[in-house]
């Protein structure tokens, strides 16, 4: 079951400051969540992260895992063990559910509480996927073929539909008529083929006006 955190707000530490760290704290960077990279070194992505004021860094060596989690000020909601050490984060993500943290373990899926799919992020599309940590990098993989199905037609009537939606709740209450009419603006061979010539206003002018003609045949 695929699931997509709200993290806004919360606090995440990322143990680990490889490449691993990197990529999975890019699921997180659209969020107000408050991310703390920690490790004794860290990689130029994380670095430049840094720099942009998007993450924190706390260099550190974990000598003693559960000392180590018992410090943190705050506790993190969630605890992310990406080091390359598989000992070192499973005794990390144990300590941290003794403190009552959601975790995930890199190198054993098993004592994580969740997963991290590869995200294909195409405008305001978010396609999750995963194959169940058997391979990430195949899932990285999928989610570049899915990235390049997405076409500038699919994002337009994305925002269409957004507009339509907003409109139609205002002048059809009942939900089920709303939908089918919403199937039927969306249809429309017209506005279809604004769409395909990218042109968002003649879509929503053609939208308008067939919400206009449904008002007053209602009335």
Do not use: W
């Amino acid at each position: 079951m695929l699931m997509d955190f709200k993290v806004d707000g919360k606090t995440v530490a990322v143990i680990g400051g490889g490449l691993e760290g990197c990529r999975k704290i890019q699921n997180f960077l659209n969020s107000t969540a408050e991310i703390t990279v920690i490790s004794n070194e860290f990689s130029e992505g994380i670095k430049i992260l840094a720099e942009q004021g998007k993450i924190r860094l706390h260099q550190a060596e974990i000598k003693d895992e559960q000392k180590f989690i018992d410090q943190l000020n705050p506790k993190p909601d969630m605890l992310l063990a990406v080091t390359n050490n598989s000992e070192l984060n499973a005794k990390l993500v144990r300590a941290a559910k003794n403190v009552g943290c959601i975790v995930y373990c890199v190198t054993d899926p098993a004592l994580s509480d969740f997963i991290l799919p590869a995200i294909a992020h195409v405008g305001d599309v978010k396609i999750a996927v995963s194959t169940g940590g058997k391979s990430p990098a195949m899932a990285r993989e999928l989610r570049q073929r899915i990235e390049k199905l997405v076409t500038p037609e699919d994002l337009l009537e994305i925002e269409l539909q957004a507009y339509l939606r907003k409109l139609l709740k205002n002048s059809i209450l009942d939900q089920r008529i709303r939908s089918r009419f919403l199937n039927e603006i969306l249809n429309n061979v017209d506005i279809k083929q604004a769409l395909r010539e990218g042109n968002l206003c003649m879509a929503k002018e053609l939208s308008l006006k067939l919400v206009q003609n449904k008002e007053a045949t209602a009335t």
